[in-house]
């Protein structure tokens, strides 16, 4: 868990800028959910046979009433919980999005951290595979706006609840002619889960895994027509990608389209950005049918984007005040202060110089500030409402000037 301090938060907030206008810019909406929620949601929708339930989730006992809670390891089980508990979906379908810390106890490595942030994004209500297609064109969209270069965009399908329980007795019997290459996990999910051992991350069950039968054999056919329609619009908005067959995700609830973005760049933790569509999680979570709800949605890891932006070369400026108010004496104080909050109104970022001391000590941190201008308040100054603006950037000469001036002179450098 970390620390994001102030010479790495303005990167956040850009981040957070650009997110907000992209989203926006397709129509979703914010939504913001509670950290803390009944662990049974997160078991439920999940999967108890999932690297999160069974061994990454940060769960504690309320000792107020004895109910078992957990930090949230993702967001869609809480947007699912919160659209049905208000009954958003009564008029007509949702798009919308969320942000923030999410918190799942992993073991450290580089670009995994026990809490990490994900945008989040669900369209809830929508069946076809054209918000599927949508959900890629606009991560695609995303990666320009940052600067971000060379990320491939991974699709596969899992087809219905039907043809994965024919897959899923198939790999059942392919798993069992090699029980001795079987690492623990894969072999205590055998019965259980096999779908999750796809899904493993130890290099030695790779070959295994290549080798196992595919869902695409055992797909339903209207799987198959939604899974083709999704690559004729990716082909005809011009977005490349590669069919993985294997791609399975770290959750269960999933079906039909997954996908994944995954860079080269980032080392061993190359996705940042995952998703696909969920068509029976709302009627799982809502506990009845009469609540089923067709959905998709994505989440991206946000410190992986990050580092990502930077491994691109992508340069954001940290944001500098316009000025810095220097000042002395009672009169030229009252003076300064009116003088600030003005500039302020008049949109620009001003610094006021709080702790009294010499002009020389006051000039020191004006420059520390990073701020392209002094403005310096005397008595002098008071008397006759002006301000002297020293640029702080480059040799020019002090001048004096009335406010109204000093706006325009700063406005015009910037
Ligand atoms: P993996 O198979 O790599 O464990 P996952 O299936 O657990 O991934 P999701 O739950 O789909 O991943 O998370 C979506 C995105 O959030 C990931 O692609 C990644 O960018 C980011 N993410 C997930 N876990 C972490 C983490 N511990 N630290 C930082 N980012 C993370
Ligand atoms: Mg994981």
Redesign the pocket.
Known sequence: MNDILPDEAYCWEFFEDTVNEWLSSYGYQNIRMPIVEQTDLFVRSIGAVT??VEK?MYTFVDHLNGDSLTLR??GTASCVRAVLAHNLLYQRPQRLHYAGP?F?H?RPQK????Q???IGVEALGFSGPDIDAEHIVMCARLWNKLDISGVRLEIGTLGSVESRALHRARLIKYFEHCLDALDDDARRRLYSNPLRIL?S?NPAMREIIDGAPKLIEDLDEDSRIHFEALQQILRNQGIDFEINLQLV???DYYNRTVF??VTDRLGA?G?????GRYDGLVAQIGGSNKHSAPACG????????LTLMQECGKEISPPMPDAYMVHQGEAAANFAWKSVEFLRSNGLKVIFHCGGGSFKSQMKKADASGARFALIIGDDEAQVEAVSIKPLREPANQVSVGLGEAIDLIKEQR
């Open positions: 690297d999160i990454e390891p993702e999410m799942r992993e670009g995994r951290y026990r990490f942030h994900q899904d991350k995700r770290g959750l994944e973005w933790q996705t940042i950005c995952a998703g994505f989440a991206m890891g946000v410190e992986r984007l």
